[in-house]
């Protein structure tokens, strides 16, 4: 385990990050109740406990994904199935007192508690980008054996992180040397 490392880009909202657990044909980050409990821990949030329901939603999310960055009409048990695991965790806003001096709304502390909570807020998170203004902004990386999904916050960003922009690069100058 010592060489796993969990694909998290660090600038993604934790649901994009969640749907790339999955590599298309590849490997999968939520394959074993030990990668998802490093992908939990390594993202910063409590590991579900029933890594199978995990899997589910995750891949639910995927599919949804998937349909939206290629503009295809996303299945309908996709959607059923986030909407369902959405509605398990009351996300009803609630009020905390922030170290930093302020008021915060913390929509994650609804009645629910463990993985109804932690997958709800998933659950919530992917209906509210998919339905808000990032779902346009919704890509998959360029790269070459990449599948990537990220929020295109930068008009020009093709990649999921530099190195594969570096990757792609580097392809391209070997290509052309070859080609001489
Ligand atoms: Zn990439």
Redesign the pocket.
């Known amino acids: 385990m010592d060489d796993v490392e969990p694909p998290i880009l660090g600038t993604e909202p934790l649901v994009v990050e969640f749907a790339n657990t999955l590599y298309d044909g590849g490997e999968d980050f939520l394959g074993t109740t030990e990668l998802a409990t490093l992908w939990f821990t390594t993202a910063g949030a409590h590991p579900a406990r029933d890594t199978a329901a995990a899997k589910a939603l995750r891949d639910s999310i995927h599919t949804l994904f998937a349909a939206t960055v290629t503009g295809a009409t996303p299945p309908a048990a996709a959607i059923m199935h986030v909407n369902t695991v959405a509605r398990h965790a009351p996300t009803s806003p609630q009020m905390v007192w922030h170290s930093t001096g302020a008021l915060v709304a913390d929509s994650r502390r609804g009645a629910a508690t463990g993985d109804a909570a932690l997958l709800g807020s998933l659950a919530t998170a992917c209906i509210e980008l998919l339905t808000g203004g990032q779902a346009r902004l919704l890509r998959r990386?360029?790269?070459s054996d990449?599948?990537?999904f990220f929020v295109q916050h930068h008009p020009r960003r093709r990649?999921?992180?530099e190195?594969?922009a570096h990757r792609d690069r580097q392809a391209r100058y070997y290509r052309r040397r070859t080609a001489n």
Request: hydrophobic residues 10%; negative net charge.
């Open positions: 990386c360029e790269g990449c599948c990537l990649y999921c992180h190195s594969c």
